[in-house]
């Protein structure tokens, strides 16, 4: 793997977990809008390039409640992200856990790593319920 990711660091939400799960919360016209504008190119050969399959991509995800990008943003890098959720139930950010395609299977992945990212992505939205408004 080669990618660098400081602060600041912006990628195309498409290509990402966490973009997904964001861009998967959006009201129609507002998903309407970012596409329109944004040029989808893939960046891997694995990446998705077609609005039809992002939409159908974004459908999966809101249906099961997480995201996952297997090396569509980097080779050899796979990701998965769960949404977090304010007290009125909106999508308000994504967590994030990102591994070498090498260290775990898309499989392994599902099994171990995304009830972990969805109960720290619960109790984070729980918190944030808490918060005064």
Do not use: C
Request: hydrophobic share 45%.
């Amino acid at each position: 793997m080669n990618i660098g990711i400081t602060i600041g660091t912006r990628f195309p939400a498409f290509a990402t977990s966490m973009g997904r799960v964001l861009l998967a919360a959006l009201p129609q016209d507002e998903l309407d809008a970012y596409l329109s504008s944004t040029d989808m190119q893939a960046i891997t050969p694995r990446g998705l390039a077609d609005e039809a399959a992002l939409r159908a991509e974004l459908d999966a995800v809101s249906q099961r409640g997480w995201a996952l990008v297997d090396q569509e943003l980097e080779p050899g890098l796979r990701s998965i992200a769960a949404p977090v959720r304010d007290r009125d139930g909106r999508v308000v950010a994504a967590l994030n856990v990102s591994t070498h395609a090498a260290r775990y299977s898309v499989d392994e992945l599902r099994e171990k790593i995304v009830p972990v990212i969805l109960s720290a992505a619960r109790a984070l939205s729980t918190d944030l319920a808490t918060v005064n408004r």
